[in-house]
């Protein structure tokens, strides 16, 4: 057996270290808004996707973002995460202040068509859009972006996206018992993770970064959480609920959780776009497609600080015909970590839950005496 030359090994592990991931950036959590008369602003801006990594993307990248317009500076990318509540009276506004058209949609939302925010409901640059609906949804996490005619995939590559979590209902007796329950502290023990790609172009000349947003692309791109590359989320050890968003233009991702060997880690999942499941299920992974999302428990409670898990897309299970796997993209996606968990010594308030599965929402079926039509064949 011949032995490796010494020069030959110190290039194989140059090479290793520059292809790894270096997850150093904290991820970053989207700024909330508690309030029925929010004010967001369409905005131009800035933003640094890699600020603790190496290479081009350590810079400021033009990006659109949603603001808080009663605190402004504080989005980069994406949007403030905004909260609902069943039966609330909402009356936002959205003023769009880019030099072209945009439009703000409540993706998921049981809203009439006047406030719905879709290609009919155009803002004009300049103008200021104030839909008032109330809320129909109780539990559920859900999402708003633009749908401009044309334009939809182009703002959200730039950065227009946002998180909206319904908050359980305090008249319902088993929705409130559940957020008794349930981690609900934002930031704190319930986390908003928006998983998307974008591709970037770097000028050779100047070195100037720019998203590529006008057309589609297959290879080359970048993925990220909350609009951080190589991101790493810190977590107490206790129960933790993450609520997990495919905020991507085109591509599907096969999310699991695992340890740092890569072997699967128990995660429950909680709810889907519909809201509250009837009991948690433990997977190994879930094939998430553009728009879709579903929430999770992680306890953690014993676990040592210093535990280090991930989410991974695990693309070699995701079906042919389906953007997003190895086919689709020109053999660019591949298995692959996506976000960083490390586990801190931060305490949390004792969680009621004593074992999965849990039973979560009973199924609602009306009763047959409320059967007022029949269908005959």
Known sequence: MKTLPLKFLFFLLISTALNAQEFVNPIQIPPLI???????NVIETQHNFNPMGTGPLNTMVPTFAFEDAKNPGTTSIL???LTWGFQRQLTPTVTNMLNEVTTCHWHGAHVPQFADGGPHQRIMP???WRPAFEVKDKSATMWYHPHAMGLTYEHVQMGLSGMIIVEDPVNDPILSFLHDVLPTDYGVDDFPLIFQTKKFNVDDSTGQVTIQAEQGFKKDYEYMVNGII???LELPNGMIRL????GDGKFSFNLAFTDDAGDPTPAHMIATDAGYMTRTHQLPEILMAPGERTEWLLDLRGVSVGTVLYIR????GIPDGIIGNSATTQGYAVDRNLLKLVVVDRPLPPSAIIAFPLNVLPSE???ISQVSRERLK
């Open 79 to 81: 949007g403030p995460t």
């Open 230 to 232: 190589d991101p790493v």
């Open 313 to 316: 897309n695990n693309v070699s």
């Open 126 to 128: 300049g103008d200021t």
């Open 365 to 367: 079926q009306p009763p």
């Open 243 to 246: 609520r997990l968003l495919n």
């Open 34 to 40: 508690q309030d029925d008369a929010y004010q967001l």
